[in-house]
């Protein structure tokens, strides 16, 4: 648990850490975050996960509360009073409290609210076995390109996989094809040895680790797809597997009742979570 | 300006009026609303609101923090410690604070907020002239049924009214038809007197003053037909309106740059808004 919190300008005790009721993250989701792993202190992907906080930001049109260095001179306080080496940093920017009206409020100042915890690394019998994903109909606004805290039908989303036994619930469209995990990148291999992703227009999180994956696939020369797939052919599939901040890479042996593969780990899977854990620990920045 | 707010328990001072930075309201916009109008002290419509909010809840599977006996008495309290006689009061429940994850937490308490405050009655300018709308697509998810606080589209639909000078923006779905207003409900008058709205699924919130209205023009013999209809349909029709808590009915002239009927509020408006103000005011609870 986050011991102490960063929450508008004050390094409070997690229990006393609050905002204000008409604080707009409150009342009406009016506010973006990003989740980043620490990794032995330091930040995995700290450039892209800024990168994609500003573009959040001025998608919603909420202005950044500091600069960048004053930010990230924040997220490493905040790392250091929780002792935290390997876990999360958690950065939450609203646009602020003000009497409760649907339109922007002209001179609200945006809230930013930080946490960080220890994690304990992913348990290996999760990548030694691989997990079960169920499908469920994408429900989301329009906008999930969007990292906003509107996060109610993903909220939903995880418990019907929890509820299911499963590790994760793949959003599906109304065409049938998958669009992204609740808080994850879905991805396949097909027959032919093709990586396929789902390519990041306005119906999915464009994930910095599916960013990085995607990345030390192109070099290692394997063939990448970005394109939707379908239910079916997901469950057809040689593999599957699902990326995010927290997990890296995790293969997926079992989509709702039908086997993936083999019904084990996949080599493409295994392969691109070292690959990417390599890459991810290189380039921490402290 | 509310002054005291209730928050878990406790009156609070409005400044010092918190909820924890890990409260699912704030993380996970997993939480719902309700806002009753107050007038002479009484409550508009009391029944039907705390039956939407049962409704709300348990669509989230969100247990009621209280009894209703108890919820009523905290909003009698929350009103009289602010003194409010024609107002509104706002509630709020959330599903409550834990540590972060998108599943539900299994221990954690229901949050309940509720504030009062006073707020003068419309510009009779309003009434009097009616007001325009602008029309922006729908970008929801695919629950507005449930009143929760997932409001992020509402507020950008709202803003965009706002910069367009526009009173409000109804949403259009897919197809063309509108579903409803950001944070009111759509009707229009067509050429044979017919009373247009459109019906209760999951695609709108049923509002409390939608259900009033359609009962007030029932009783009165006015012809009713729930059903969608077009931007165009709207844009050609006698007459349009909206109705809202705290709007009640309120007539609309002009739907983006389309002049509706004759450019002044139209006679059916003008009688569902005193039917069912005097419906409203007479039903009021104390």
């Known amino acids: 648990?986050?011991?102490?919190?960063?929450?508008?300008?004050?390094?409070?005790?997690?229990?006393?850490?609050?905002?204000?009721?008409?604080?707009?993250?409150?009342?009406f989701a009016d506010g973006v975050y990003e989740v980043?792993?620490?990794?032995?202190g330091g930040f995995v992907d700290e450039t892209p996960h800024l990168a994609r906080l500003h573009?959040?930001?001025?998608?919603?049109?909420?202005?950044?509360?500091?600069?960048?260095?004053?930010?990230?001179?924040?997220?490493?306080?905040?790392?250091?009073?929780?002792?935290?080496?390997d876990g999360i940093i958690y950065i939450q920017i609203t646009r602020g409290a003000a009497p409760r009206d649907f339109s922007f409020p002209p001179g609200a100042r945006p809230s930013l609210i930080m946490t960080a915890r220890t994690q304990r690394p992913l348990d290996p019998k999760i990548i030694e076995r691989g997990v079960r994903v169920v499908t469920v109909p994408d429900i989301r606004w329009a906008r999930p390109d969007i990292?906003?805290?509107?996060?109610?039908p993903n909220a939903l989303g995880k418990q019907h996989a929890r509820e299911a036994g499963a590790y994760e619930a793949w959003q599906v469209d109304r065409d049938g094809n998958v669009t992204e995990g609740t808080s994850s990148n879905a991805w396949i291999v097909t027959a032919k040895d093709e990586i396929v992703t789902r390519q990041a227009d306005h119906a999915i999180l464009n994930g910095v680790t599916r960013l990085g994956v995607l990345k030390v696939a192109g070099d290692a020369g394997l063939k990448l797809v970005e394109r939707p797939f379908s239910?079916?052919?997901?469950?057809?599939?040689?593999?599957?597997?699902?990326?995010?901040?927290?997990?890296?890479?995790?293969?997926?042996?079992?989509i709702d009742d039908a086997t993936v593969g083999e019904g084990k780990p996949g080599e493409v899977a295994r392969r691109l979570r070292a690959l990417y854990t390599s890459f991810a620990l290189e380039g921490v920045a402290r």
């Open 1 to 27: 648990m986050s011991r102490i919190a960063y929450v508008n300008g004050r390094y409070l005790p997690h229990r006393q850490a609050c905002v204000h009721i008409e604080d707009r993250g409150f009342q």
């Open 55 to 85: 573009r959040s930001l001025g998608e919603l049109r909420i202005a950044p509360p500091m600069s960048d260095a004053a930010l990230k001179a924040v997220m490493r306080e905040t790392v250091r009073r929780n002792r935290v080496v």
């Open 147 to 152: 990292k906003s805290v509107a996060l109610l």
């Open 231 to 254: 239910v079916d052919e997901a469950k057809a599939a040689r593999e599957a597997f699902l990326t995010s901040t927290t997990n890296f890479v995790v293969p997926i042996v079992r």
């Open 36 to 40: 980043i792993a620490v990794k032995g």
